[in-house]
């Protein structure tokens, strides 16, 4: 039972961080942009890092982060790994191909690279800076992309928060919903790590405080394709009028 409550807690989490990320840019604008090649390109090393478990039985004890093993290249190369069985492997693909396109659209690719590597390295040097030395024993941390994929959502809610509060629109139900969607993303986060120890919440935390850092010094917003392109069609040239001189 407390393995059902942790994923489906863990699931409301993305789903609540998610939602948030299709608000900030726009549903109805996904399939007119581009193709995000960063999100391909981290979806394809995960997907890499699958293969190679299963053709290198040897892959998880050399790759993984297991604090009993050393080797520098861990912190990275576990990212990749994923050791939650089929359905939590299937599941931190899915997600991480959604969140880092999603990212990509509104970061842009160098942003979205340097804030899931920050989601790799950063919680760590977190824990650190408040007594946290130890590493941890729980094996579902050994290997995994949710940890990153967590931390780079919550930057977009952390962005979707911070442009509702200076649109200075008047308080109405769907800016009540995007502040709510977009807080409720550390509130959550808190609760089901105090509740349940479990690391997605920090995490979301720590990406939600970046993402807010972030933002603010950027101040980025989402790009929207230009309505001609929304409706899958080409910009209309301006016609060409002849004019007709009387003999």
Known sequence: ?????????????????LNGGLTLLGQDTLRARRVPWAAVGLTSLAVAGVITQLCWSGAMD?????????GWWRTLTSTFMQNGGP???????????????????????????????????????????????GHSTDPRNFAGSSGATYFLAATLSAALLLRTLRTGRRPGREHLKEILLAA?????????????????????VYGFALGCAVHALTRRTPDRPAPDARAGGLPNRPRRHSIHVAD
């Open 62 to 70: 050399a790759l993984d982060s297991d604090p009993a093993r050393s």
């Open 87 to 133: 359905l939590g492997g299937a599941w931190n693909l899915a997600t991480l191909a959604v969140i880092a396109a999603l990212a990509n659209w509104f970061w842009g690719a160098p942003l979205t690279l340097g804030l899931f590597l920050a989601g790799i390295l950063l919680p760590g040097y977190v824990d650190a800076l408040f007594g946290e030395h």
């Open 1 to 17: 039972m407390g393995g059902l409550l942790f994923n489906v807690t863990t699931a409301a989490l993305m789903m609540l961080m």
């Open 184 to 204: 409720g993303v550390p509130v959550l986060g808190l609760a089901v790590w105090f509740a349940q120890s479990n690391g997605h919440g920090l995490v979301s």
